[in-house]
């Protein structure tokens, strides 16, 4: 990969060398039909697809965040027809913990077994001999859950040891189930639910950038009320850009750990998000937009 930089600054995985720009791209909106809200089955544009992963990687993109249960299986598969051979120092990003029902649920998938395979299914899907990074996913869509998970999270440190993973993060988790996790392994990065609105992670996201672990936010428009996203419109409207892209800014300037992931099937959609490190925030403003999220 060439040595070209996006704006926003970049980051590196603590104990490694993965150094990767702030902003990221998510695959997971590559997959499924128009309309289809489940994440499920082929895109209904297959060239259009591989161009947005093309795209991504010729603006500088160095970091993807996958899954095989997108799909299932078709995000992983298009990254591969898109990109493989990979393009050196870009770092692909996955999870494990769940798969797919026949009717497009996302049930757990958490016993050792299924640790296993779903992690050589991302390897031979993806055309790897080794994941940079594997995040096992514990809690739900919005938030942690209360459960078990030394199993899984050892089946991980496992594949680590074998040098099939070289790095651990965690998806949906509390502040003690990091906590518990550190003593099974290291962990590199958090992916949880986290935006301008929905603030719970706050003193997390603190603790991490104490400790150099990575905090990856998904749905930076996500659980929005009504009056949130009008109070975002009128801050975009201010500063003559979309509300997208304003969350994603303040996200970049919320802290140096945290690494954005925002996710499109269209390619002009794909340049404005990138566009959002260029978007140079004020104090006033920025007093503004955490007044949104005031009480979340």
Same mark, same amino acid.
Request: charged content about 20%.
């Given at each position: 990969?060439?040595? %070209?930089?996006?704006?926003?600054?970049?980051? $590196? @995985?603590?104990?490694?060398?993965?150094?990767?720009?702030?902003?990221?791209?998510?695959?997971?909106?590559? $997959?499924?039909?128009?309309?289809?809200?489940?994440?499920?089955?082929?895109?209904? *544009?297959?060239? !259009?697809?591989?161009?947005?992963?093309?795209?991504?990687?010729?603006?500088?993109? =160095?970091?993807?965040?996958?899954? *095989?249960?997108?799909?299932?299986?078709?995000? =992983?598969?298009?990254?591969?027809?898109?990109?493989?051979?990979?393009?050196?120092?870009?770092?692909?990003?996955? +999870?494990? !913990?769940?798969?797919?029902?026949?009717? &497009?649920?996302?049930?757990?998938?958490?016993?050792?077994?299924?640790?296993?395979?779903?992690?050589? *299914?991302?390897?031979? =899907?993806?055309?790897?001999?080794?994941?940079?990074?594997?995040?096992?996913?514990? #809690?739900?869509?919005? !938030?942690?859950?209360?459960?078990? @998970?030394?199993?899984?999270?050892?089946?991980?440190?496992?594949?680590?040891? %074998? #040098?099939?993973?070289?790095?651990?993060?965690?998806?949906?988790?509390?502040?003690?189930?990091?906590?518990?996790?550190?003593?099974?392994?290291?962990?590199?990065?958090?992916?949880?639910?986290?935006?301008?609105?929905?603030? #719970?992670?706050?003193?997390?996201?603190?603790?991490?950038?104490?400790? !150099?672990?990575?905090?990856?936010?998904?749905?930076?428009?996500? &659980?929005?009320?009504?009056? %949130?996203?009008? +109070?975002?419109?009128?801050?975009?409207?201010?500063?003559?850009?979309?509300?997208? %892209?304003?969350?994603?800014?303040?996200?970049?300037?919320?802290?140096?750990?945290?690494?954005?992931?925002?996710?499109?099937?269209?390619?002009?959609?794909?340049?404005?998000?990138?566009?959002?490190? $260029?978007?140079?925030?004020?104090?006033?403003?920025?007093?503004?937009?955490? #007044?949104?999220?005031?009480?979340?």
């Amino acid at each position: 990969m060439t040595e %070209q930089s996006i704006p926003g600054g970049t980051f $590196t @995985f603590l104990s490694s060398s993965l150094t990767v720009n702030r902003m990221g791209y998510g695959a997971m909106q590559l $997959t499924g039909r128009d309309g289809d809200k489940r994440i499920w089955g082929p895109p209904r *544009d297959v060239p !259009g697809a591989l161009a947005v992963l093309r795209e991504a990687i010729a603006a500088g993109v =160095n970091h993807i965040d996958t899954s *095989d249960y997108y799909g299932p299986y078709v995000t =992983n598969q298009l990254i591969k027809e898109a990109l493989h051979p990979y393009p050196e120092g870009l770092v692909i990003v996955t +999870k494990v !913990g769940a798969r797919r029902g026949s009717d &497009g649920s996302w049930p757990h998938a958490r016993s050792r077994q299924e640790i296993l395979s779903a992690v050589h *299914d991302n390897l031979r =899907n993806l055309g790897l001999d080794a994941m940079d990074v594997v995040n096992l996913r514990l #809690g739900g869509f919005m !938030g942690p859950e209360d459960a078990p @998970f030394e199993e899984p999270l050892t089946a991980l440190a496992e594949l680590k040891q %074998q #040098g099939l993973i070289r790095h651990i993060g965690l998806s949906t988790v509390s502040a003690a189930q990091l906590a518990e996790a550190q003593k099974i392994t290291e962990i590199v990065c958090i992916q949880n639910f986290y935006n301008v609105a929905q603030r #719970g992670d706050d003193g997390l996201i603190d603790a991490l950038a104490a400790q !150099g672990i990575a905090y990856v936010p998904y749905f930076p428009l996500g &659980g929005f009320s009504p009056l %949130q996203s009008s +109070k975002l419109d009128e801050v975009a409207a201010l500063v003559g850009a979309t509300a997208m %892209q304003v969350a994603l800014a303040w996200l970049l300037r919320r802290s140096p750990n945290v690494l954005l992931i925002p996710g499109t099937s269209s390619v002009g959609h794909l340049r404005e998000n990138l566009a959002a490190a $260029t978007l140079e925030l004020t104090e006033e403003i920025v007093a503004e937009l955490d #007044g949104i999220g005031a009480g979340a």
